[in-house]
């Protein structure tokens, strides 16, 4: 019976000393308790702890970027909070226009603290990524669908890497998160078609508004430079009449200062140069005398007709 006992508390003994020994990794630390109370941690390489109970180490990658994933799941993953079971309800959101959009994004994090990591909240991975989906449907909820699925996406990483920032450290949660990136962002396959009939109408719409600034700027400068022409041509044409009205104005004032030192002089120059200007333009015309007889004979009534240029032989 003793050589039994004996033998059963070797192998008991054995046993204890054999998880005495422990390695952690390159990229981890040892958090080590004892009977429950947090002692410290160690670093990487072979190292050893009280057996039965009394020491129990766990191994954290406090060097490793630890990643979770929204919406969709990278297959072969061996980290246990980077994939959740309910990947599609955590990424249907509700845009601050109220329409609806399917957000897949990455939160990229490491362990900063791990006493903290450990002890501060019972389950820090799920926490984080409740934490991670609340923050992103706030920010989602600020903004537009368009903004959401084109322009907006920088400055979506950019606010809830900081407001998730600020709750990890609120609640000392022993956390650095490094990274929120949003991957494929669209409509829900429900409203997909209707969303892109939508976008191609808006489309639609800008190229007719673009084109309709274009035969504007076509034109209206053709319509003001053509005003303008006009513009310049009716003051030409009045600063025309002007000076011609002031010209006559002033011949006429010159007339009237010569008619009245000689009026019969005048008189008669104005009629003889009168009479000059229109004869010449009425063309031949003969006065008879009402007692002049056989006029034919002494007219050549025959037009004047130019004769042919003749040749050169």
């Known amino acids: 019976m003793s050589?039994?006992?004996?033998?059963?508390?070797?192998?008991?003994?054995?046993?204890?000393?054999?998880?005495?020994?422990?390695?952690?990794?390159?990229?981890?630390?040892?958090?080590?308790q004892r009977f429950g109370k947090f002692i410290g941690t160690v670093g990487?390489?072979?190292?050893?702890k009280l057996p039965f109970g009394i020491d129990t180490v766990t191994v954290l990658p406090v060097k490793r970027q630890l990643k979770m994933e929204f919406g969709f799941g990278t297959a072969g993953a061996t980290q246990r909070d980077q994939l959740s079971t309910e990947a599609k309800q955590e990424s249907d959101?509700?845009?601050?226009?109220?329409?609806?959009?399917?957000?897949?994004?990455?939160?990229?994090?490491e362990i900063s603290d791990p006493e903290r990591y450990l002890f501060n909240h019972r389950e820090p991975g799920p926490?984080?990524?409740?934490?991670?989906?609340?923050?992103?449907?706030?920010?989602i909820g600020d903004r537009t669908i368009d903004e959401v699925l084109t322009i907006?996406?920088?400055?979506?990483?950019?606010?809830?890497?900081?407001?998730?920032?600020?709750?990890?450290?609120?609640?000392?949660?022993?956390?650095?998160?490094?990274?929120?990136?949003?991957?494929d962002v669209h409509p829900p396959r429900a409203v997909q078609q209707a969303f892109e009939e939508v976008n191609r109408a808006q489309q639609e719409r800008e190229q007719m508004i673009n084109q309709a600034n274009g035969e504007y700027n076509k034109v209206v400068p053709?319509?003001?430079?053509?005003?303008?022409?006009?513009?310049s041509e009716a003051e030409g044409y009045s600063l025309k009449r002007v000076n011609e009205a002031k010209g006559d104005v002033a011949r006429f004032s010159?007339?009237?200062?010569?008619?009245?030192?000689?009026p019969e002089v005048t008189r008669q120059r104005l009629y003889l140069e009168t009479?000059?200007?229109?004869?010449?333009?009425l063309g031949n015309k003969v006065i008879l005398d009402a007692d002049a007889k056989q006029f034919l004979p002494l007219m050549n009534v025959q037009p004047f007709m130019p004769q042919p240029p003749q040749s050169r032989e």
């Open 222 to 231: 053709r319509a003001s430079g053509e005003a303008q022409r006009q513009l």
């Open 275 to 281: 009479i000059g200007e229109v004869l010449p333009k």
């Open 44 to 48: 990487p390489g072979l190292r050893f």
């Open 93 to 109: 959101m509700v845009t601050g226009d109220l329409n609806a959009a399917h957000v897949e994004w990455v939160v990229q994090y």
């Open 127 to 139: 926490t984080l990524r409740a934490f991670s989906e609340s923050v992103m449907r706030e920010v």
């Open 152 to 183: 907006g996406r920088q400055g979506i990483e950019t606010e809830a890497i900081a407001k998730l920032t600020a709750l990890v450290q609120d609640l000392h949660m022993g956390l650095r998160v490094q990274q929120v990136q949003l991957k």
């Open 3 to 32: 050589l039994i006992l004996a033998v059963a508390l070797l192998v008991a003994l054995i046993a204890g000393l054999s998880r005495a020994v422990y390695t952690v990794g390159p990229e981890s630390v040892g958090v080590v």
């Open 254 to 262: 010159a007339l009237l200062e010569q008619y009245e030192k000689a």
